[in-house]
Nanobody, 125 residues
């Protein structure tokens, strides 16, 4: 499975962006798809995930209420809608997917088998 993330860009604080993650083949509704980000000089961190088994969504506290994640199984695409962007959201955003991710491991980078190349999001103040 190959993933491709796109939709990043340069925006001002308070603006919105929607990132898309397209899979190369049908991952199936059971796959968990997630977004991570890595800011300058920081480790890669969890942003959001949508579980394949239940469809439930999960968010990092730092983005809760501002970001939403969704998936379109017919288009084999996951989306990250980012609203009310802040300068601290500046990072390279990566999409990830895996067939089985238990809830306790959802925020763990190592839990995901497939990764896309990142897309840069820059938020100016």
């Amino acid at each position: 499975v190959q993933l491709q993330a796109f939709g990043g860009g340069l925006v001002q604080a308070g603006d919105s962006l929607r990132l898309s993650c397209a899979a190369s083949e049908r991952t199936g509704s059971r796959y968990t798809m997630a977004w991570f980000r890595q800011g300058p000089g920081k480790e890669r961190e969890f942003v959001a995930a949508v579980r394949g088994s239940s469809g439930t969504t999960h968010f990092a506290d730092s983005v809760k209420g501002r970001f939403t994640i969704s998936r379109d199984n017919a288009k084999i695409t996951a989306y990250l809608q980012m609203n009310s962007l802040k300068p601290e959201d500046t990072a390279v955003y990566y999409c990830a997917a895996s067939g089985t991710v238990v809830l306790s491991n959802l925020r763990n980078v190592a839990a995901y088998a497939y990764w896309g190349k990142g897309t840069q999001v820059t938020v100016s103040s």
